[in-house]
């Protein structure tokens, strides 16, 4: 497994797109061309995730003063399940040399139609070393719970990114709490 970085005008900007498609749901789409204006502004990494069986998805990080956060990650539909994603957070981890990663990913939520996905997706990131924080913030009109490599999560930190975040992206505006 390789991760290489995404730019603008190769085929890994379109295979990236055909994935961010396919996996957000249209609450949480962000145009790749858009996610691409952020790496050349210097703020994000995005990088394609490469096996043996080829381009296998992607994801988009920004590294903040401590951490890294994990924004965007996809598999390609047909090769969920393989063990791709485990192998690229651990690939994530060599990659930034061992940084705490923090992601945030759609609750658990009994009303919601995926739920079971959402259950999932906790429990794969739990099996990849994700502590969950019991923290949460609401935005794109879904609850997400946060997680991160390393305990304890670091508040103010991931605090100060969401007001960076929102001081470029002003429709961006999630605020931390807990659940009693």
């Known amino acids: 497994m390789e991760l ?10 379109k295979n990236a797109e055909e994935v ?5 749901p249209e609450n949480e789409y962000v145009p790749v061309s858009d996610l691409l204006n952020s790496v050349e502004n210097g703020d994000m990494d995005m990088l394609a995730i490469y096996t043996e069986y080829g381009f296998s998805g992607f994801l988009m990080t920004r590294k903040w003063t401590d951490f890294i956060y994990l924004c965007f990650f996809a598999v390609k539909k047909e090769l969920r399940n393989k063990g ?26 009994e009303s919601c139609d995926n739920n079971e996905q959402r259950i999932s997706r906790r429990g794969f ?38 007001a960076f975040i929102h001081s470029r992206v002003p429709e961006f505006d999630p605020h931390l709490y807990r659940k009693d």
Request: aromatic letters at 16%; hydrophobic letters at 30%; one cysteine or more.
């Open 4 to 13: 290489r970085p995404i730019k603008r005008g190769t085929i890994d900007e």
């Open 20 to 24: 961010n498609i396919e996996a957000f």
């Open 84 to 109: 791709i994603g485990s192998e690229t957070l651990r690939k994530l981890k060599e990659y930034y040399n061992g940084l705490e990663i923090t992601v945030d990913y759609e609750a658990p939520d």
């Open 125 to 162: 990131y739990k099996r990849c070393g994700f502590h969950v924080t019991g923290w949460y913030q609401y935005y794109m009109d879904c609850e997400f719970e946060i997680a991160s490599t390393q305990v304890p999560f670091n508040k103010e930190s991931f605090e100060a990114l969401n």
